[in-house]
């Protein structure tokens, strides 16, 4: 009957606004989870949730160093080159995909900051002065091209954004390099770009925590391509 067709409807619509609004999304992995039990998030743990935050501390730490200090000695403008390509290819669907509040406001920061301390490191008059370019020399768009190859190769879907995404994966598992490199050449290291460094890696840890911690307790999670970027 229409009556019968009616109320369908709207219970159709009412559960479907119910799986939008448990909707979550891994500011890192970038996926959406939904109901579905294949596809299930929980709510926020305490493994990602201290991955975010030592992912942010990291950034503020060395913020800090800039702006305050005005100096970036020790800093590797090739490794902040690579991580402001990380967040620009990964956040793609910053203006066309609304998730929450937390997860666009950490795209933003990460966004905004990793140009920020690239703008620093190049143009600030004060700041640059500081910059070690002859020991920074590690020849960084030479990791660029291999990890875009496998990104195309290797992929969840091959569209532009999953593409992209899965490239800045792979892109971040190596965007450190330019900066060991450096603190082993210059073998002095201050204490805020020593806390920025371990800061990033404890950022890395957590998340690893996080993917074990889902993967024995979500059916059917497996996402195999962000795990072993971050293994990497």
Known sequence: ????????????????????????VDPVERRTYGSDP???????NIFRLAGDMTHLMSVLVLLLKIHTIKSCAGISLKTQELYALVFATRYLDIFTDFISVYNTIMK???LGSSFSIVWYMRRHKLV??????????????????????????????FTFKEVMWAFSLYLEA????PQLVLLQRTKNIDNLTGQ???????YRAFYIFNWIYRYFTEPHYVHWISKNSHLS
């Open 1 to 24: 009957s229409g009556l019968s067709y009616e109320s369908k409807r709207v219970e159709r619509g009412a559960a479907a606004r119910d799986r939008s609004a448990h909707l979550r």
């Open 38 to 44: 294949a596809n299930r998030s929980p709510e926020m």
């Open 108 to 110: 933003l920061i990460f």
């Open 128 to 157: 640059r002065r500081s910059y070690d370019k002859e020991q920074d020399t590690f020849r960084h768009f030479f990791l660029v091209l291999p990890c875009l190859l496998l990104a195309l190769v290797m992929n969840e879907k």
């Open 174 to 177: 190596v965007a450190i390099l």
């Open 196 to 202: 920025y460094v371990f800061l990033l890696g404890a």
